[in-house]
């Protein structure tokens, strides 16, 4: 690849070509560059910047992360994390992973329809407790709302059961904040025992295959292993708790 004036430069994108394939404004590509989300490009000829597939699938990967919901902050956290090696494959790869695991999709909703599938009217009160137990979230338009339906029998549900708001959301916190440090923890586990021989495979097809399979194995008895164990624990406390009163 040549430039106007005939010298070559080297191979990549420029800073609107790698805006423009990975469907972001250019303010943005600086914008994570500026956070370290992104490393720096390569300086070619006449001070132009060039960027690789890596920086692409880098992109990538930062879209599936907020996909599901993490913020700026968070995801700093979580790529400063990764091995800053990582090729465009190691990332395209890390990128299916953490799709398999995500959440389903929010859906956009409107009142009417959410008093539909939760089988009753909804007053103002149990939209908030419905938003404070993570089921639904608020719009600018105080008819629509997001919604993830995986949630919503189980809030309805909660509705009726004497607990305070406040209550909820402290709960919330509280298991939020557990269940991202138990996280964390399967995430430097499966980094160990899964990626790195992965890596170290050498890329092996085969190893990869079994590596996506394991991966989507893991989930549902991970979260069944959560489930049972939390169940376990919160009987436990509770049984000490009033037998000490």
Known sequence: MEDESGEGLPPGYTV?????????????????????????????????????????????????????????????????????????????????LVASWAPESAETITRRELERRAGRELADRDVERLAAMGVLEATGDPEVFRLDGSLLRLGVEMLDVPIEHD???????????????????LARLFQEEVWSPYRESGEDPDHLTAMKSLSAHMQPIVVQALVTAFQRSLSEELRSAFRNR
């Open 16 to 96: 609107d070509e790698l805006a423009a394939r990975a469907g972001v404004t250019v303010r943005t590509v600086r914008f994570y560059g500026t956070r370290g989300l992104l490393p720096p490009p390569v300086i070619g000829p006449r001070r132009v910047g060039r960027y690789g597939v890596e920086h692409l699938a880098r992109l990538a990967l930062i879209e599936e992360l907020q996909r599901q919901g993490m913020t700026l902050a968070a995801i700093e956290r979580y790529l400063e994390q990764l091995p800053p090696d990582l090729s465009a494959q190691d990332l395209a790869v890390h990128r299916a």
């Open 167 to 185: 209550t909820i959301l402290a709960s919330r916190t509280v298991l939020l904040d557990h269940a991202r440090s138990a996280a964390q923890e």
